[in-house]
């Protein structure tokens, strides 16, 4: 499985932004996705995931209620919808592939190159 990254970019504190995930091979539907960051200096992080059915959305307490994970199997799609940012979220942006739903960043098989978001204050 292949994945692109793409949405990123430079918003105020309080926009919005939608990240999307593009993702290659026909086995996309039967995989979790998840989204990580990773901020200058500190260590890739979790912030959301799905399972293959998209029952299961597990968020980070710092991201919940505010961003959105979704996935469009028929497009090999998975989304995060990003609302009332903070600068504390400015990070580079992660997509990740696994068969099994985790939390965990050292879980995941395969990763895309990742896109910079930056929220201003």
């Known amino acids: 499985v292949q994945m692109v990254e793409s949405g990123g970019g430079i918003v105020q504190s309080g926009g919005s932004l939608r990240l999307s995930c593009a993702a290659s091979?026909?086995?996309?539907?039967?995989?979790?996705m998840a989204w990580f960051r990773q901020a200058p200096g500190k260590e890739r992080e979790f912030v959301a995931a799905?399972?293959?059915?998209?029952?299961?959305?597990p968020y980070s307490d710092s991201v919940k209620g505010r961003f959105t994970i979704s996935r469009a199997n028929a497009q090999n799609t998975v989304y995060l919808q990003m609302e009332l940012l903070k600068p504390e979220d400015t990070a580079v942006y992660y997509c990740a592939a696994n068969r099994l739903l985790s939390i965990r960043v050292e879980a995941y098989d395969y990763w895309g190159r990742g896109t910079q978001v930056t929220v201003s204050s």
């Open positions: 799905i399972s293959w059915d998209a029952r299961n959305t």
């Open positions: 091979g026909r086995t996309f539907s039967s995989y979790a």
